[in-house]
């Protein structure tokens, strides 16, 4: 019943901008927290950012940090990721993702901490 659906990957030089959506139906929106991973070949799902259930706190990796930012319209039932000074090591399949209702020690930077994902959407940045 939940779906995240992912859009607004593609290819872009280095330095530029992209700006990611993740379209949420299935669950009550503004009662999820969510957040950002990507997957980069041969290597592991790393945190990106997450933003709280109201949208009031955000948090960064420290790679994307002063870079990316996270928000969310919950009118909409929507989340962005605005990528400005894309890096060729940004380069990924970036996914979004949702906690369950209200959980409990939420740790917005562990994989763990959400319930349900999309599907991602490739990123590639070029030199």
């Known amino acids: 019943q939940v779906q995240l659906v992912e859009s607004g990957g593609g290819l872009v030089q280095a330095g530029g901008s992209l700006r990611l959506s993740c379209a949420a139906s299935?669950?009550?929106?503004?009662?999820?927290?969510e957040g950002w991973f990507r997957q980069a070949p041969g290597k592991e799902r790393e945190f990106v950012a997450a933003i709280d259930w109201s949208g009031s706190s955000t948090y960064y990796a420290d790679s994307v940090k002063g870079r990316f930012t996270i928000s969310r319209d919950n009118a909409k039932n929507t989340m962005y990721l605005q990528m400005n000074s894309l890096k060729p090591e940004d380069t990924a399949v970036y996914y979004c993702a949702a906690t369950s209702l209200w959980p409990t020690g939420w740790n917005p930077r562990v994989t763990g901490g959400y319930a349900f994902w999309g599907q991602g959407t490739q990123v590639a940045v070029s030199s």
């Open positions: 299935g669950l009550t929106f503004s009662s999820h927290a």
